[in-house]
């Protein structure tokens, strides 16, 4: 028997995929990939199956599927399935040690939950999907003795700052916040904001949609809801601070006072190997911090008026229910209105309010009220738009 781990990379062609892959091209004596799924780049993922020659695979398009089916352009040796099911498929796989889910949406929702079910590991760099389900998420975590292992570079950072520490020890998780491209554009200036504009991140390289969010904060929004969700915590107790380095990638302060970092290099590789070695530590793909050539680690707070999605988030998981849902779905619309150029850059935090206040509030009892009314978000975020009914006051 292969004393290797062997991981299945839902999201594959992805920002994190790829990141994913150099990863396991490094750790290739301790990693093996045997599953890999995409959205509809079928020469994409059919490369990747035949470098790493990957037995399964999985698009969720039908017509990329079926494409690639007719072409034959996966390798003989690798089984191809088509949509949710494929990819619940994969996530599934009786052989799989861990499951990496880095699909960018709410696509992986139930495959997600298949895997914790069937009681895979999961490392989950998709936030949309603890903001969307977190409690039926977490719920079945529990149930199946499955650890989410996180991704996200804040969240592996609370998650390396929590080892050992007790819940009543912790005081606040410290969330940090690069502030995006315009954290030194004047307040006047952020209504010509351009998509391209907006896609410069100062320290990421990432997927367009999360660059945009980088940019107006619903991205740390998104990142607080998903903490709360994956620590236990009271939303009271998560904050943020504007740490334009991206180094210190978040910090936990226990009870005593004192305050833990985690700091690494801006590449989503070193959590993306943590969280595939868990718990062991292995050599990583990149070289550390040198300390020779950081001139300095700011921190700073951040302006609830610069960044009103921040405040919409908080307000949203307060308020808990279906609000932080609302605010992940009319967020997402906006954005991909504003990269279309039919929304400006300040007009999306105005699409979300208009959502929170139109759509009523209630406590989700199943996993389809929720995924009820993503379609009804979808449909209101969009009318507001359309109809620039954002404007108006209710
Ligand atoms: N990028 C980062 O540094 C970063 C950091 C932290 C967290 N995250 C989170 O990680 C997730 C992925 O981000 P990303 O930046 O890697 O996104 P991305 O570059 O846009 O990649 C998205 C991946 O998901 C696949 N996909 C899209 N829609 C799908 C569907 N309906 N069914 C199945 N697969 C689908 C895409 O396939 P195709 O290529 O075929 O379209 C692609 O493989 C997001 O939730 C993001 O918030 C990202």
């Given at each position: 028997m292969s004393a290797k781990k062997r991981v299945v990379l839902l999201g594959a062609t992805g920002s994190i995929g790829e990141n994913t892959l150099n990863v396991i091209r490094h750790a290739s004596d301790d990693l093996e990939l045997i599953g890999i799924a995409g959205n509809s780049r079928s020469e994409e993922l059919a490369g990747i199956a035949r470098e790493f020659n990957v037995p399964h695979a999985a698009l969720a398009d039908e017509s990329a599927y079926r494409e690639s089916r007719n072409g034959g352009?996966?390798?003989?040796?690798c089984r191809l399935a088509c949509g949710e099911e494929g990819l619940t498929e994969l996530a599934t796989l009786?052989?799989?040690?861990i499951v990496l889910i880095a699909t960018s949406?709410?696509?992986a929702l139930r495959p997600a939950l298949a895997a914790i079910n069937a009681g895979r590991q999961i490392a989950l760099a998709n936030k949309e999907i603890l903001v969307l389900a977190g409690k039926f998420v977490t719920e079945a975590a529990r149930r199946h003795h499955v650890r989410l292992l996180p991704v996200d570079s804040e969240h592996n950072a609370l998650f390396q700052c929590l080892e050992?520490?007790?819940?009543?020890?912790?005081?606040r998780l410290i969330l940090t916040a690069?502030?995006?491209?315009?954290?030194?554009?004047?307040?006047?200036?952020?209504?010509?904001?351009t998509p391209r504009d907006a896609l410069a991140h100062p320290n990421w390289s990432m997927g367009p949609k999360i660059t945009v969010d980088s940019a107006t904060m619903a991205n740390k929004g998104l990142e607080m809801i998903e903490a709360y969700w994956l620590f236990d915590?009271?939303?009271?107790?998560i904050d943020v601070v504007l740490h334009r380095?991206?180094?210190?990638?978040s910090l936990v302060q226990l009870i005593d006072g004192s305050i833990l970092a985690q700091l690494s290099p801006p590449s989503m590789t070193f959590p993306i190997q943590y969280a595939l070695m868990y718990p062991k530590r292995v050599p990583g793909i990149q070289r550390s911090l040198d300390f020779t050539r950081i001139q300095r680690l700011d921190i700073e707070p951040v302006s609830g008026e610069r960044y009103p999605c921040l405040s919409l988030a908080r307000q949203a998981l307060e308020a808990g229910g279906i609000a932080p849902a609302i605010f992940n779905t009319a967020n997402e619309i906006a954005v991909n209105a504003f990269l279309a150029n039919s929304l400006a850059f300040l007009e999306i935090p105005k699409v979300i309010d208009r959502a929170l206040e139109r759509l009523e509030n209630f406590e989700p009892q199943t996993l389809d009220d929720v995924l009820c009314l993503e379609e009804a978000v979808r449909r209101t975020a969009s009318e507001l738009i359309e109809n620039k009914a954002w404007k108006k006051t209710s």
């Amino acid at each position: 028997m292969s004393a290797k781990k062997r991981v299945v990379l839902l999201g594959a062609t992805g920002s994190i995929g790829e990141n994913t892959l150099n990863v396991i091209r490094h750790a290739s004596d301790d990693l093996e990939l045997i599953g890999i799924a995409g959205n509809s780049r079928s020469e994409e993922l059919a490369g990747i199956a035949r470098e790493f020659n990957v037995p399964h695979a999985a698009l969720a398009d039908e017509s990329a599927y079926r494409e690639s089916r007719n072409g034959g352009i996966f390798p003989p040796g690798c089984r191809l399935a088509c949509g949710e099911e494929g990819l619940t498929e994969l996530a599934t796989l009786p052989d799989a040690d861990i499951v990496l889910i880095a699909t960018s949406g709410t696509a992986a929702l139930r495959p997600a939950l298949a895997a914790i079910n069937a009681g895979r590991q999961i490392a989950l760099a998709n936030k949309e999907i603890l903001v969307l389900a977190g409690k039926f998420v977490t719920e079945a975590a529990r149930r199946h003795h499955v650890r989410l292992l996180p991704v996200d570079s804040e969240h592996n950072a609370l998650f390396q700052c929590l080892e050992g520490r007790q819940p009543e020890e912790v005081e606040r998780l410290i969330l940090t916040a690069s502030g995006g491209a315009f954290i030194d554009w004047p307040p006047e200036d952020l209504n010509r904001v351009t998509p391209r504009d907006a896609l410069a991140h100062p320290n990421w390289s990432m997927g367009p949609k999360i660059t945009v969010d980088s940019a107006t904060m619903a991205n740390k929004g998104l990142e607080m809801i998903e903490a709360y969700w994956l620590f236990d915590v009271e939303p009271r107790q998560i904050d943020v601070v504007l740490h334009r380095q991206s180094i210190i990638h978040s910090l936990v302060q226990l009870i005593d006072g004192s305050i833990l970092a985690q700091l690494s290099p801006p590449s989503m590789t070193f959590p993306i190997q943590y969280a595939l070695m868990y718990p062991k530590r292995v050599p990583g793909i990149q070289r550390s911090l040198d300390f020779t050539r950081i001139q300095r680690l700011d921190i700073e707070p951040v302006s609830g008026e610069r960044y009103p999605c921040l405040s919409l988030a908080r307000q949203a998981l307060e308020a808990g229910g279906i609000a932080p849902a609302i605010f992940n779905t009319a967020n997402e619309i906006a954005v991909n209105a504003f990269l279309a150029n039919s929304l400006a850059f300040l007009e999306i935090p105005k699409v979300i309010d208009r959502a929170l206040e139109r759509l009523e509030n209630f406590e989700p009892q199943t996993l389809d009220d929720v995924l009820c009314l993503e379609e009804a978000v979808r449909r209101t975020a969009s009318e507001l738009i359309e109809n620039k009914a954002w404007k108006k006051t209710s």
